[in-house]
């Protein structure tokens, strides 16, 4: 056995926003063909979001076809053998040029102390480079508060305290220009659940 195949292969996919979206996935049964087996795939988004868009199966093979492309559709897609539960997966970006990152429907972000921290600075074309957080004010930030990024889930600060509160913009850099994502404010509880 081995991990279901996904068409377009790589780590990754853009797609123009309004653009069309087709995902495709067979089993990679490749021995012995004449034993796919219906409902063997499926297609399945993360963190439990919808899948948007018209899902068809035939011959073994599950397609996601979306007619036009809108940030929403933009997240990790995976594939699960539905048998040996393996999977794999590809990561879509809806390229937005009115907006390099995607706009977010949460702006407020509500921790507790101690807890990691995420901004959702999540950029819709890779080519955007060199993100870096900043104060909404331009002050510095906090001089223990320590962050990376990563392009499919944001900036991701370690370890939240109280002087963090506050309102945070993601900067990036996409062909020589300058790019901003939505402000944040953050709100940091103390105490338990």
Same mark, same amino acid.
């Given at each position: 056995?081995?991990?279901?195949?996904?068409?377009? !292969?790589?780590?990754?996919?853009?797609?123009?926003? @309004?653009? /069309?979206?087709?995902?495709?996935?067979?089993? #990679? #049964?490749? #021995?012995?063909? !004449?034993?796919?087996?219906? *409902? *063997?795939?499926?297609?399945?988004?993360?963190?439990?979001? %919808?899948?948007?868009?018209?899902?068809?199966? *035939?011959? @073994?093979?599950?397609?996601?076809?979306?007619?036009? &492309?809108?940030?929403?559709?933009?997240?990790?897609? &995976?594939?699960?053998?539905? #048998? +040996?539960?393996?999977?794999?997966?590809?990561?879509?970006?809806?390229?937005?040029?009115?907006?390099?990152?995607?706009?977010?429907?949460?702006?407020?972000?509500?921790? %507790?102390? @101690?807890?990691?921290?995420?901004?959702?600075?999540?950029?819709?074309?890779?080519?955007?480079?060199?993100?870096?957080?900043?104060?909404?004010?331009?002050?510095?930030?906090?001089?223990?508060?320590?962050?990376?990024?990563?392009?499919?889930?944001?900036?991701?600060?370690?370890? /939240?305290?109280?002087?963090?509160? @506050?309102?945070?913009?993601?900067?990036?850099?996409? /062909?020589? /220009? +300058?790019? %901003?994502?939505?402000?944040?404010?953050?709100?940091?509880?103390?105490?338990?659940?």
């Amino acid at each position: 056995w081995s991990n279901p195949v996904i068409f377009p !292969s790589g780590p990754h996919l853009v797609v123009p926003k @309004g653009g /069309a979206l087709e995902l495709r996935c067979h089993d #990679n #049964n490749t #021995n012995a063909p !004449s034993t796919v087996v219906p *409902g *063997g795939v499926r297609w399945q988004r993360e963190r439990g979001r %919808r899948l948007e868009g018209e899902v068809e199966e *035939g011959g @073994g093979v599950v397609f996601v076809r979306v007619q036009s &492309a809108q940030g929403y559709h933009m997240g990790r897609y &995976a594939c699960i053998n539905n #048998n +040996t539960k393996e999977q794999s997966s590809i990561y879509v970006f809806v390229k937005d040029p009115q907006s390099p990152f995607q706009r977010s429907m949460v702006n407020g972000i509500l921790v %507790r102390v @101690g807890e990691n921290l995420t901004l959702p600075c999540l950029v819709t074309d890779p080519d955007v480079t060199l993100v870096t957080l900043q104060t909404c004010d331009l002050q510095p930030l906090p001089s223990d508060l320590h962050y990376h990024y990563d392009p499919q889930r944001g900036v991701i600060i370690g370890n /939240a305290r109280k002087e963090y509160e @506050g309102c945070y913009v993601c900067l990036g850099e996409l /062909a020589g /220009a +300058t790019v %901003r994502s939505s402000q944040y404010t953050v709100d940091v509880r103390l105490g338990e659940r």
